[in-house]
């Protein structure tokens, strides 16, 4: 545990800048995001659906006016009335509530699930507006000291030591790095847009990002079998278990049902009759049962459900195994953007020496204007690719955290 606090510290210290800005905007991204706000509702809609299913069937109610009267001993029949209520079976109602219920939990494992790619997806944008921007920074950097060669060039061209060609050619290996700046720049404006998108804000707020990121020394020990707590496997028990609920409500539905209801019958009296029930109205209660006999329906609805039980299973495999790969690959492709950036370290030392060199030898009389260019573009190249490895090293790890608990 004590190691891996100080790992965590460690991590901490070295991005705690970038952490502490790129807080922010995810903050502002899941607050304002209306993918979330869609799922939000969405579970609002699930949840309030237990109210929908926690009902009776509707009160029957009928009116009856006897066209030709039928006549009885005690009066003729002008009209009747009715009223019948079907109850179901005891706990058909609760098992509707925790089937519904059971969606609605499935539903919001969509909300943490849009959570994480919408931080993925705002971190990943972040880190290519960073990379963006540092790759100008060296090209900037590469023209300037492309003028300092030019100057130099100038100087030899004057004393006889250099051509004209060379210095043409310092001019236009200029022109191409301004190139790749300018398309950098329409690439940073295009992710930017993109950026504020994720934030739901206006797209041409101008976004800033950290002046250097590195990478960190250690990395964070990663357990696979976190993964079976992930929202996206999660989903897959909950829908799992929507199933068994569902077979329990049909279960209940194949019960009977009860009806209780009541007839009113209104009786005339008959003239010029007098006897102790003439013209008495009939009243009489009403008891019903209502059975599936013919059942093939719910037992078609049990076999649908088991094998819904088992796609489930399935899928859930499914996705299980295609999150390890990602896992898998996110990790052996961080490792490998670690390796990248030594070794580019390596090389840029190594180029930045052989510069020196040039630059000594001129002071002794004599410079090859080609080896400057080669030097110049191998370090452009190094460099270049080291901001490259810093950004799919974040990325990876944006990865890493998107499958991590």
């Not at 952490?19 to 939000?40: D, M, V, Y």
């Not at 009885?72 to 058909?92: D, E, H």
């Not at 700046?181 to 329409?186: I, S």
């Not at 976190?226 to 999660?234: C, M």
Request: proline share 2%; aromatic share 8%.
């Amino acid at each position: 545990m004590k190691r891996i606090v100080l790992i965590l510290i460690c991590l901490l210290s070295l991005t705690f800048s970038n952490a502490q800005q790129l807080e922010t905007f995810i903050e502002e991204a899941l607050t304002n995001s209306p993918e979330i706000q869609k799922f939000e509702l969405q579970y609002s809609i699930a949840s309030e659906k237990v109210n929908e299913v926690n009902t009776i069937p509707n009160t029957e109610f009928g009116v009856g006016y006897f066209v030709s009267e039928p006549e009885t001993r005690t009066g003729a029949q002008r009209f009747k009335i009715s009223a019948k209520q079907m109850l179901p079976w005891f706990g058909n109602i609760t098992a509707r509530e925790n089937y519904v219920s059971s969606l609605a939990e499935a539903t919001y494992e969509n909300i943490a699930i849009a959570k994480r790619k919408l931080i993925a997806s705002v971190s990943q944008s972040y880190y290519n507006l960073y990379a963006n921007m540092a790759k100008q920074e060296v090209l900037i950097e590469n023209i300037n000291l492309l003028e300092t060669y030019e100057t130099l060039a100038l100087t030899s061209v004057e004393v006889g030591k250099a051509s004209v060609v060379d210095v043409l050619r310092l001019q236009m290996r200029q022109n191409e790095m301004e190139q790749l700046k300018n398309v950098l720049e329409q690439q940073y404006l295009a992710e930017q847009t993109a950026f504020n998108n994720l934030l739901n804000r206006e797209n041409d707020i101008e976004i800033f990002t950290l002046n250097k990121l590195i990478i960190p020394s250690v990395d964070f020990e990663i357990n696979s079998e976190d993964l079976a707590l992930h929202p996206e496997l999660l989903k897959y028990d909950k829908l799992y278990q929507s199933v068994e609920k569902s077979e329990l409500l049909n279960q209940k539905e194949s019960s009977p049902m009860i009806g209780f209801g009541l007839d009113y019958i209104n009786v005339e009296k008959r003239p010029n009759m007098n006897f102790s029930d003439n013209g008495k109205d009939i009243i009489m209660p009403m008891v019903s049962v209502s059975i599936p006999i013919f059942n093939t329906k719910y037992e078609s609805q049990t076999k649908q459900n088991e094998l819904q039980q088992q796609e489930i299973v399935a899928q859930k495999q499914e996705r299980l195994n295609t999150l390890e790969t990602l896992l898998d690959k996110a990790v052996k492709n961080r490792i490998s953007a670690r390796i990248r950036y030594s070794t580019q370290a390596k090389n840029l030392k190594q180029a930045k020496d052989a510069e020196e060199i040039l630059i000594k030898s001129y002071e002794t009389g004599t410079i090859d204007f080609n080896d400057v260019l080669d030097i110049q573009e191998l370090q452009l190249k190094f460099q270049l690719n080291q901001v490259e490895s810093v950004k799919t090293y974040y990325e990876q790890t944006t990865i890493i955290n998107y499958l991590r608990n």
